[in-house]
T-cell receptor, first 114, second 109 residues
Framework: NAGVTQTPKFQVLKTGQSMTLQCAQD?????MYWYRQDPGMGLRLIYY???????DKGEVPNGYNVSRLNKREFSLRLESAAPSQTSVYFC?????????????FGPGTRLTVL | DAKTTQPNSMESNEEEPVHLPCNHS???????IHWYRQLPSQGPEYVIH???SNVNNRMASLAIAEDRKSSTLILHRATLRDAAVYYC??????????FGQGTRLTINP
């Protein structure tokens, strides 16, 4: 049981390049989330998916797109990277029900845009 | 926007109790209060959550004020491994958790 996995762990991009951050969970959770964390700050929600086939914007969606490929996978795409997108990106899945409400986070992707 | 207020930093000694306060004056009647913590270079991990009454689990206790405008996370006997940033969060709608800047907890040996 791997929990939430993210690839890659580190990435350096040049301004204008594109890339996709991958996230997968093996806990059969319906909801998945993408956050970014800038140095010394808390996490900010980029996009979320309440269930397979649905996605919604969070607090800071500009410059990003997402795909909920199936129940397991939720990817985040940067179409044209900018230095302001330098951050650590965390994916999470959420278990809700019967008094439980817990988000499980992946280890993060550290992205630098030059 | 859902907003919580926490001290930027706190310090405690190993094997002593720690009380981490949080104000959430804008909380609505159905919003849960969640606490997560983030160890260095890791993703956040769940600590505890509650709605109205006090909650206990193996990691911590959560004391919620009667008016629900504040809460306190209690670590009963801090260890060095409890040094982390602790986030107090309440939900915004059914799906969103809005993280603040958290409290950086330092544990002295």
């Amino acid at each position: 049981n791997a929990g939430v996995t993210q690839t890659p762990k580190f990435q350096v991009l040049k301004t204008g390049q594109s890339m996709t951050l991958q996230c997968a969970q093996d806990m059969n959770h319906n909801s998945m989330y993408w956050y970014r964390q800038d140095p010394g700050m808390g996490l900010r929600l980029i996009y979320y998916s309440a269930s397979e086939g649905t996605t919604d914007k969070g607090e800071v969606p500009n410059g990003y797109n997402v795909s909920r490929l199936n129940k397991r996978e939720f990817s985040l795409r940067l179409e044209s990277a900018a230095p302001s997108q330098t951050s650590v990106y965390f994916c999470a899945s959420r278990l809700q029900g019967f008094g439980t409400d817990t988000q499980y986070f992946g280890p993060g992707t550290r992205l630098t845009v030059l | 926007d859902a907003k919580t207020t926490q001290p930027n930093s706190m310090e405690s000694n190993e094997e002593e109790p720690v009380h981490l306060p949080c104000n959430h004056s804008t909380i609505s009647g159905t919003d849960y209060i969640h606490w997560y913590r983030q160890l260095p270079s890791q993703g956040p991990e769940y600590v505890i959550h509650g709605l109205t009454s006090n909650v206990n689990n193996r990691m911590a206790s959560l004391a919620i004020a009667e008016d629900r405008k504040s809460s306190t996370l209690i670590l009963h006997r801090a260890t060095l491994r409890d040094a982390a940033v602790y986030y107090c969060i309440h939900s915004e709608g059914a799906q969103k958790l809005v993280f603040g800047q958290g409290t950086r907890l330092t544990i002295n040996p």
